[in-house]
């Protein structure tokens, strides 16, 4: 039976045969391993990502009305975009981007 209220990212079933018959620990590690995450592991990429998004935001605020094929030359951008802003990009991209 499924819970009506609960914090969890997603209920399952306990008859769900995908849950059931499969090793969550093989399937993490299929993917790549666990997350970085930035209280287990200061050094982790974790890190390195978060500068990205902060170097990029930090051009957004500067740059924000700037065509974006002009101010993110070295960023690989669809053509389709050429006439778009740095915050025309930003609206499309913003809960896309995975840190």
């Known amino acids: 039976m499924l819970r009506n209220h609960t ?4 209920v399952v079933a306990s008859e769900d045969w995908e849950c059931s018959k499969l090793n969550v620990t093989d399937l993490i590690a299929a993917v790549g391993g666990p997350p970085s995450q930035p209280l287990s592991d200061e050094d982790g990429e974790y890190w390195d ?3 990205t998004v902060i170097d990029v935001q930090q051009i957004r605020l500067k ?3 700037e065509l974006s094929r ?3 030359k070295d960023f690989p951008l669809p053509y389709r975009w050429a006439e778009f ?7 499309t991209v913003h ?3 995975r840190i």
């Not at 914090?7 to 997603?10: F, K």
């Not at 802003?85 to 609206?91: L, Y």
């Open 7 to 10: 914090n969890a990212v997603s």
């Open 49 to 51: 990502r978060l500068e």
């Open 63 to 65: 740059r924000g009305k």
């Open 70 to 72: 002009l101010a993110l």
């Open 85 to 91: 802003t740095v915050n025309d990009v930003a609206r």
């Open 95 to 97: 809960d896309e981007v």
